[in-house]
């Protein structure tokens, strides 16, 4: 059709210019290309920002009104200006319309923002005028990348390390939770659009967006896109938001549930879906754990605190400088989610070696040590496998998303075959894989520098006072644990009837029950049941906990050492 288009243009300008033949009468064939070039660019291209757009190394372009200059970024060289400048209020006017229109949008002085999909799925924010931007229209374009980036891509990349890619290839499988949190154009979306390869080929993905950005391999795959209010002011007709579209998903009883960013109340129906077995994955757009998690505790997400251990895995992403003096995206903490408030960092990225470390023993593990009854050890080496076989992918140079997503459907059915395959391949290549290879965990193992050239340098043994430190502070942590849970009761805490039948309920249950049923038995209301809990947390008598029950986790409650012994004296 576009083709058409074009000729039809270029047929039509030519007739235009035989029947007005005097104006252009003594162009050359050079200068009626030029002509021709203009009028097409006008037309159906994109005008002055026409060679922007397709330039692929620019991720982002965006004019902040008039006369001044369109800043661009570059993949290479960051953020630079162009010499491209409009001049004319009226004519970036008449610019962002047309932008808008390309998108199916419209913008006026009464609608004077827009945000929408531009033909090959380039993203525009846009303003109109002088309405809310006093130095005149303003846009933004993020560039679509029309192959999204792999997660063997980001390896190559140094964004993320085998070990911890092949961590989050296990725990994908489980459909362990799992937020990815950092600041704007970080690479949050691209990172969760990569790890989701991960997840088993044959599960049920739900996906919701407001605009459509992921793009995942899987053939069960429900996209789901929010539809703006068309109605006027604060009118909500006609609105479909995430929230609606979280709620609609769970109809679907997909095995994953992937917000593309969360920002209000869908963070809440996420977290009920995650509480009921679902996996889920989302960015959240946060600088720190912290603040992350303080967030999604106040309105209008209102997350309450038996539901953040529902989240199992929080990663922090961001555009850092690099020794080399360069920058790049790097993955820069891994938690893994205890409790609330219990928080433990498993990676972390070394800035002055630009390598990732992990810093501790993993939690997760132990879970799915119980969960799949499988050796914790078992589990650690089946992500050196993985981590062997992601290594091969990255010598043999298999990047793209496609041909990735077919060798991870591979490992899936014949793991073993692809494994020795890997494995001889690598050992041909010359690679000494067992020292890069990590297959039990130390307090602190270092692991590939980001810089391919070095990744098979040995793995360098702990430094020894690294090593006593952390493990003299493990354990002081541990005893320390261990007297709170075992702290004598001296003074009987002041609680309620109801706050005690609670705790006979977990006690009758062996000590640990899901919430629905303690909601169930205990008869409370929801808000005083939510009160008798936080109170009971508050006294340290029970915790919460992740109970699998046929395999889905189950949020729950258990008695502490303290709760027992509260009881027992009661
Ligand atoms: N690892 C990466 N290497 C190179 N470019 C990247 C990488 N990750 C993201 N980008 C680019 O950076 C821009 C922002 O990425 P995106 O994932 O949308 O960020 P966020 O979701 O954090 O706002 C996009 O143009 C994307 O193509
Ligand atoms: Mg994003």
Redesign the pocket.
């Known amino acids: 059709f576009e083709v058409d288009v074009k000729k039809h243009i270029i047929e039509e300008a030519r007739r235009l210019a035989r029947k007005y033949g005097k104006i252009v009468r003594g162009l050359n064939e050079e200068s009626w290309n030029k002509v021709l070039y203009f009028v097409e660019r006008d037309l159906l291209g994109y005008g002055p920002i026409n060679a922007l757009m397709e330039d692929w190394n620019l991720?982002?372009i965006s004019c902040d009104g008039v006369n001044r200059a369109i800043h661009v970024?570059h993949?290479k060289y960051e953020s630079i200006p162009t010499n491209i400048v409009f001049v004319d209020r009226e004519y970036l006017r008449e610019f962002i319309i047309k932008l808008a229109h390309l998108g199916g949008k419209h913008v006026s002085a009464a609608f004077p923002i827009v945000d929408t999909m531009l033909p090959g799925r380039h993203r525009l924010a846009a303003t109109f005028g002088e309405e809310v931007s006093p130095r005149g229209s303003t846009f933004t374009i993020?560039?679509?990348?029309e192959k999204p980036?792999s997660i063997v891509?980001?390896i190559s990349?140094g964004?993320i390390d085998t070990w911890t890619a092949a961590y989050l290839w296990l725990m994908l499988e489980n459909r362990m939770t799992l937020m990815?949190i950092?600041?704007?154009?970080?690479?949050?979306?691209?990172?969760?659009?990569a790890i989701a390869s991960f997840i088993k080929p044959g599960m049920k993905i739900v996906t919701i967006e407001e605009t459509a950005?992921l793009n995942l391999p899987h053939v069960n795959w429900v996209q789901l896109i929010s539809r703006e209010s068309y109605g006027l002011g604060e009118s909500k007709l006609g609105e479909i938001s995430l929230y609606d579209l979280v709620r609609v998903s769970l109809r679907y009883r997909p095995d994953y549930i992937i917000v593309g960013?969360i920002r209000g109340a869908e963070a809440f129906v996420l977290f009920q879906a995650m509480a009921t077995g679902h996996g889920g994955l989302t960015?959240f757009?946060a600088d720190s754990l912290q603040n992350a998690i303080r967030r999604l505790m106040s309105p209008p997400m209102n997350i309450s605190e038996p539901y953040i251990p529902m989240l199992n895995i929080v990663i922090y992403?961001s555009r850092t400088a690099l020794p080399n003096g360069t920058f790049?995206?790097r993955l820069r903490d891994l938690w893994e989610i205890e409790d609330y408030g219990k928080y433990r960092r498993l990676v972390v990225w070394d800035m002055k070696n630009d390598r990732h470390m992990i810093v501790s023993d993993s939690y997760l593990l132990d879970v799915l040590s119980e969960r799949l009854g499988r050796d914790k050890n078992d589990l650690l080496d089946e992500i050196a496998r993985r981590q062997i076989f992601l290594l091969w992918l990255k010598e043999r140079k298999i990047l793209e998303m496609k041909d990735v997503a077919r060798h991870i459907s591979m490992y899936y059915n014949f793991p073993e075959e692809m494994y020795e395959k890997a494995y001889s391949d690598l050992r041909r290549m010359g690679i000494d894989i067992d020292k890069y290879v990590i297959r039990r965990l130390a307090p602190i193992i270092k692991m590939e520098k980001a810089v391919a050239k070095e990744a098979y340098r040995p793995i360098e043994k702990p430094v020894a006072k690294i090593e006593i430190t952390t493990r003299a502070t493990e354990k002081i942590e541990k005893v320390e644990k261990e007297k709170v849970e075992a702290e004598p009761i001296k003074t009987m805490p002041h609680i309620s009837l109801d706050e005690i039948k609670l705790l006979r309920i977990v006690e009758n249950h062996g000590g640990e029950i899901d919430l629905k049923s303690a909601l169930n038995e205990s008869g409370l209301s929801k808000e005083s049941f939510w009160k008798v809990v936080s109170n009971l947390r508050r006294e340290r008598l029970i915790q919460t906990s992740l109970m699998y029950i046929d395999n889905k986790p189950l949020l729950g409650f258990k008695l502490t050492a303290r709760g027992e012994e509260f009881l027992k004296r009661k």
């Not at 993020?142 to 990348?145: L, S």
């Not at 950092?182 to 659009?193: M, P, Q, R, S, V």
């Open positions: 991720e982002d970024w993949r993020r560039k679509f990348r980036f891509e980001l990349e964004n990815i950092g600041g704007t154009a970080a690479g949050k979306t691209t990172f969760l659009n950005e960013e960015t757009h992403v790049g995206r």
